[in-house]
């Protein structure tokens, strides 16, 4: 690690701590020198998983598109903000797990409707509507029946 006083990368450790709930670990460094103290943080590297659009068309894939859906079809409804991003962290971590550097983008949909489907109804029919590009009111009936049919 370079020191970024001196350029010199002689250094060292003088404390080590975990940050960002764990995700990333903290050292704190004295350059050998110069004496200068500096911390930095050390974290896995994501392995960049890409998603493959309907139109065929690659985009990087970022738990932040799949919040800001999910927040668009929660809006005026009764959730915690927290409650939209630890679902959007456990969609991530799925699409993560399947191993794949190319994932389909229904893939991802079909894991936002199922969360949805978890968290609220509304919320679900609202984001299927666009998701699945509801032209009549007959759509909609439709998607109301089979979530009340799914329903215990």
Same mark, same amino acid.
């Given at each position: 690690m370079r020191c970024p006083y001196c350029a010199s990368d002689e250094d060292r450790v003088v404390d080590s701590r975990p940050?960002?709930?764990?995700?990333?670990?903290?050292?704190?460094?004295?350059?050998?020198?110069?004496?200068?103290?500096?911390?930095?943080y050390e974290r896995t590297e994501q392995a960049l998983v890409v998603v493959r659009k309907r139109s065929g068309e690659l985009e990087p894939f970022t738990r932040d598109k799949? +919040?800001?859906?999910?927040?668009?079809?929660?809006?005026?409804?009764?959730?915690?903000?927290e409650t939209v991003r630890r679902a959007g962290a456990a969609i991530e971590a799925r699409v993560r797990s399947l191993g794949?550097?190319?994932?389909?983008?229904? +893939?991802?949909?079909?894991?936002?409707?199922?969360a949805l489907r978890e968290l609220d109804d509304v919320a679900y029919v609202r984001f299927a509507s666009v998701y699945k590009g509801f032209t009549s009111s007959q759509d909609f009936a439709r998607e109301l029946a089979n979530l009340q049919h799914r329903e215990p």
């Open positions: 940050a960002e709930g764990g995700a990333a670990v903290r050292r704190r460094r004295e350059c050998r020198g110069c004496g200068q103290r500096f911390s930095t799949i +919040v800001a859906g999910m927040e668009k079809a929660t809006k005026n409804l009764p959730l915690a903000p794949r550097r190319e994932v389909p983008s229904e +893939v991802i949909g079909a894991e936002v409707l199922a």
